[in-house]
């Protein structure tokens, strides 16, 4: 993911977290925040409660890949907390939870056909 794409400052996760809407399901909590750009910018938290580095980081792949391929309105802040489940949980779960949590914000998440 571009640089550009994602949330990188401690005060821009602050102001989601602080500002923003959320919603959660069993494996991911979603917080949104409208932004004056012209794109999305994403941000992934994993707490260490969710296992070692190889895990966490796995999963911060496969939410990453999940959203790529998303078809997103712009000029929003998304931030994406994992739960303990979410550790267990394979690609295609987390990809449903995903889609399932932008819709119910609002964000209409219809599938591409990107490489």
């Known amino acids: 993911?571009?640089?550009?794409?994602?949330l990188r400052r401690r005060k821009d996760f602050d102001s989601v977290f602080r500002r923003g809407r959320s919603w959660s399901n069993e494996l991911l909590?979603?917080?949104?925040?409208?932004?004056?750009?012209?794109?999305?910018r994403y941000g992934f938290v994993t707490s260490k409660?969710?296992?070692?580095a190889v895990v966490r980081?796995?999963?911060?792949?496969?939410?990453?890949?999940a959203i790529r391929v998303?078809?997103?309105?712009p000029g929003w802040d998304?931030?994406?907390?994992?739960?303990?489940?979410?550790?267990g949980a394979d690609f295609h779960q987390l990809r449903a939870?995903?889609?399932?949590?932008?819709?119910?914000?609002?964000?209409?998440?219809?599938?591409?056909?990107s490489a």
């Open 1 to 6: 993911m571009r640089k550009e794409l994602r």
């Open 29 to 40: 909590v979603l917080r949104t925040l409208p932004n004056d750009l012209p794109h999305n």
């Open 49 to 52: 409660r969710l296992g070692k």
């Open 57 to 65: 980081n796995r999963v911060r792949r496969r939410l990453r890949e």
């Open 70 to 73: 998303l078809s997103l309105a």
């Open 78 to 87: 998304v931030v994406v907390s994992t739960k303990r489940t979410a550790a």
């Open 97 to 113: 939870s995903v889609i399932e949590l932008l819709t119910r914000a609002g964000l209409p998440a219809e599938e591409t056909e």
